[in-house]
């Protein structure tokens, strides 16, 4: 991506910024507990501060931008060690400007819609989930696990993070494998992990997602099998509390 493509990119994403925020976040002051945003640590990271204001469109695209831009600067600078280019020097240096430039503006779209922000009221008993479906999904989608991690499904965030890892290193281990012999062994298993790896964040966001919806659901709803009074036939019970 050249730099023009990227100039004409962020000037796409200024322009429809103003369309984009109110939609997702249909519920913006209607429902809310207090007015304010009350900043996180992680919100310095690219996209974060828009994850938790349940801004989920763009804050996929200030993360996606922002590490595209950073991992290109990084990409153009290996080369440059390697070769010893001016050219791959100024790129890395361009995208790195850039990179920081777009990080730079998501943290003040963070603060300048924090400033008037209403956090969504979630109550057990309500038709708003306690937790946010697509901002788990979202968060597994950013960081392995994180998801199931937010629903408070600990084991699952330890058991997708570490088979992530694991797929991911095996991707690795074999596209450098291929790089080093050019057996052709090598570039079926990183093509058939890659779409291992794929399949493994589909079901860990759409698990983390599910599981939003489902958060706390044992606390309402009430599951019983016994044997029946006069034959013995075994009887479910389901009871829900509103």
Known sequence: MSIAGIKKYI?????????????QNPDLGKKATKTGYEWQLTD????????????????????????????????????YRQNGLA????ASWRYALWGAAWHGLGLLDG????????????EL?????????????????????????????????????GLTTAVGYTVYHN?????????????????????????????MVLDAQVDAWLFK??????FDVYPGRYDGTLMFKMEFSF
């Open 11 to 23: 000037a796409l994403i200024l322009l429809l910024s103003p369309f984009l925020a109110p939609a």
């Open 44 to 79: 310095a990271l690219p996209g974060l501060a828009q994850l938790h204001q349940e801004r989920f469109v763009k804050s996929a695209l200030l993360y996606g931008g922002a590490w595209y831009l950073y991992g290109s600067a990084a990409g153009a600078y290996n080369r």
């Open 87 to 90: 050219t791959d020097r100024d």
């Open 111 to 122: 603060w300048y819609y924090g400033r008037h922000y209403r956090a969504p009221k979630r």
């Open 125 to 161: 008993y309500s038709d708003t989930p306690l937790k946010s479906p697509w901002g788990a999904a979202m968060r597994s989608l950013f960081f392995p696990g994180w998801g199931q991690w937010y629903n408070e499904s600990y084991y699952k965030a330890v058991f997708y993070f």
């Open 175 to 203: 596209d450098r494998l291929y790089r080093e012999t050019g057996a052709e062994t090598y570039k079926d298993q990183r093509s058939r992990y890659f779409w291992y790896l794929g399949l493994n964040y589909l079901f």
């Open 217 to 222: 659901f044992d606390e309402v709803a009430r």
